[in-house]
């Protein structure tokens, strides 16, 4: 087991003084690993600040203000001014242990709710997000956010949805949102082999509006169960020597679609990657905690094998080395417990 | 309420002989069959069934099938069923059977019903066929009829009493663009063609039904006639129908049920498949409300109808869940 590195804290011994003749309690180390503890992309780093702010007097943070000019502005006031983005940015960063705590406390059903509401509110309006709501949960875990969508906002799911769409994202988003599908392992041999056919056939052949507008791909992709899709994928990958999802890259929402339907670690991994990346936008990092808490219970382990795969590292390493404080111990918490299932 | 007489006390047992007992024999007792199982509810003829099952180790419903024949032996193999049960096996069949789907019973299954209630029978058909009902209807309709009824068959639609009478107002009038739009404007007798679907199909099949009542009384303010009547007449035109069918049905469950059993009476023959439907569904729910409406809109009661347009053991099976009690 990896172990979390600890902020050394120095102890001073005697007094030390800075330029100004000043008392100073706190050692350059210090200093830089409290402007570590403000900076994190990805919660912040609560320890310094409980163990080292807390010694700072006025001086010491006279001396931190001035060496910290990418949070302190120097500019013609006479004294270091909070950078307001920065500050923004630090509010956010405190906030994301808070949240992930509420979202794992919160019950699926009305989590999924919120995040159904969410995922066509923003601007841009998140498509993936709700392509993964509709096609990773289960059948009846879904219908159990349609219900708390109700109670929450007094309409359904598909209104809201429908009404907020058009053209080919409506045919299909509305129709993920609305199929209630069989769960169960039966399927028709025949049948496959025939959609299979169809699906290679629009694919393979037909421009990126045409497949978009075939009703028969989307008929196959959104009524057929799980495990007959499945089966599709791979009688596809026999019959055209590829993969039925790289196959629709031009078309990112089937893409995804397909994803989520046959192989959510595949799709999960992907969005991990990007929330750990070096400039993810606040949405990409807002998927690091939505994955990881909705994914613990379920499937952390193949996700997690995923992204190795993927990113040529651990996912607890990654995390460890991207995100701060409890933020941090709480994911990497999850994901041990979810590996460990 | 309903119309079915069935008494509190009975016992399964001996129902289960009496019926064994009317299958004996060179011939069937019908009469027999009939006077036990049409007058006994769900419960009653769920119990009669296990009965007959542990006493003489098979399908009550295999032995029906096999003794019965024709529009009677569909009736009472659909009026055995447990009532859910048999909503999927008349929306599998609706579905399966023909050569084209039947839409009003694929409407009819999922309108007549609350959320809740389609949500049991989505899953009862899922329990019996190992794929769900709207994987089925995908598979075997097409086109916009395709979109509208897979639509319809899978929303959970909100049943809250909220109305938005801006967006009812509105829609109101997004639905007149799509409806007029086959050539000059105003209402009267349509019949052109549809000038889009996608409207029509996203407000019948997402908005809550008080929202959609809302909406069609401001179609009928702003264009001056009803929506059902701009849609048109056109039988040839099965979308349109089923449009009309649909709309119908969302305003006055009762009434749009009354239209079908007046149809299927209508015409040179019976339609018996829609009268055996309606009437086996709706005997322990609301049929004698649905025979005042039926008085009303046509100045004969159901009973005579049924009387005069039906004969044999059909007859009296229908008859009998009528709530006649003497015509043997």
């Known amino acids: 087991m990896a172990e979390r590195k600890k902020t050394t804290i120095l102890v001073i011994g005697g007094k030390k003084l800075n330029k100004e003749g000043e008392k100073i309690m706190t050692s350059p180390e210090e200093c830089e690993a409290l402007r570590k503890a403000f900076s994190g992309t990805h919660g912040v780093e609560e320890k310094s600040m409980l163990e080292i702010l807390v010694k700072c007097n006025p001086a010491d943070l006279t001396t931190f203000r001035k060496k910290s000019p990418y949070i302190f502005l120097d500019d013609e006031c006479c004294f270091e001014k909070w950078d307001p983005f920065h500050m923004k940015s630090l509010e956010i960063e405190f906030l994301r242990f808070q949240r992930a705590v509420i979202q794992q406390t919160m019950h699926p059903w009305e989590r999924d709710a919120l995040l159904v509401r969410k995922s066509l509110e923003e601007k841009p309006p998140l498509y993936n997000l709700l392509i993964e709501l509709a096609c990773t949960r289960t059948s009846d875990e879904f219908l159990g956010a349609r219900k708390a969508f109700q109670c929450l906002y007094s309409e359904s799911v598909e209104e809201f949805v429908a009404v907020r769409v058009e053209g080919f994202q409506r045919r299909l988003l509305v129709a993920l949102v609305s199929t209630y599908r069989y769960e169960g392992m039966r399927i028709d041999e025949a049948a496959i082999e025939l959609e299979c056919q169809k699906l290679g056939r629009a694919i393979k052949t037909d421009k990126k509006n045409e497949i978009e507008n075939d009703d028969e791909v989307l008929r196959i992709l959104t009524t057929r169960s799980k495990h007959y899709l499945k089966t599709i994928h791979k009688c596809y990958k026999k019959n055209y020597d590829s993969n039925l999802d790289e196959d629709l890259d031009d078309i990112q929402m089937l893409r995804d679609t397909v994803n989520c339907l046959c192989a959510p670690p595949i799709y999960f991994s992907k969005i991990l990657v990007a929330a750990m990346s070096v400039c993810p936008t606040e949405q990409e990092k807002e998927a690091l905690t939505r994955v990881i808490v909705t994914r613990t219970d379920v499937d952390m382990k193949d996700i997690a094998e995923e992204f190795n795969r993927k990113f040529g590292a651990p996912l607890i390493e990654r995390i460890e080395a991207t995100a701060l404080g409890n933020y941090r111990d709480f994911l990497v918490a999850l994901v041990k417990r979810g590996m460990a299932n | ?328």
Request: glycine share 8%; hydrophobic share 35%.
């Open chain 2, 1 to 328: 309420m309903a119309t079915l007489l069935a008494p509190e006390d009975f016992s399964p047992g001996e129902d289960a002989m009496a019926l064994n007992k009317a299958f004996e024999g060179w011939g069937t007792d019908e009469k027999t069959i009939i006077w036990i199982l049409g007058h006994r509810n769900a419960d009653q003829r769920k119990q009669i069934r296990l009965a007959y099952q542990e006493i003489y180790l098979e399908d009550l419903i295999k032995k029906l099938k096999y003794e019965l024949s024709g529009d009677f032996e569909r009736a009472v193999c659909h009026w055995i069923l447990d009532p859910v049960e048999r909503e999927a096996v008349l929306a599998y069949e609706a579905i399966i059977k023909n050569y084209r789907p039947d839409y009003r019973v694929i409407l009819e299954t999922a309108l007549t019903k609350s959320a809740e209630e389609l949500l049991t029978v989505k899953r009862t058909y899922q329990f019996l066929y190992k794929r769900s009902l709207e994987e089925d209807v995908a598979s075997h309709t097409a086109g916009d009829m395709r979109k509208f009824l897979v639509a319809v068959v899978s929303v959970y639609r909100y049943e809250g009493e909220e109305i938005e009478e801006e967006v009812a107002h509105s829609e109101a009038n997004i639905l007149g663009d799509e409806i007029q739009g086959g050539g000059g404007s105003g209402g009267g007798c349509g019949g052109g063609a549809l000038k889009g679907a996608e409207e029509i199909i996203r407000i019948l099949s997402t908005r809550s039904k008080p929202q959609l009542l809302a909406t069609f009384n401001y179609y009928k303010q702003i264009h001056g006639t009803s929506i059902t009547k701009s849609l048109g007449g056109d039988p040839a035109d099965e979308f349109s129908a089923a449009l009309r069918a649909a709309i119908q049905c969302i305003k006055n469950p009762k009434r749009y049920l009354q239209k079908v059993v007046s149809h299927s009476m209508n015409r040179v023959g019976t339609e018996e498949d829609a009268l055996s439907r309606v009437i086996v569904t709706r005997a322990e729910k609301d049929l004698k409300e649905m025979k005042d409406v039926y008085l009303e809109k046509t100045g004969r009661s159901l009973d005579d109808a049924v009387a005069s347009e039906t004969t044999g053991d059909y007859k009296a099976f229908l008859l009998t869940l009528l709530g006649n009690q003497d015509y043997f």
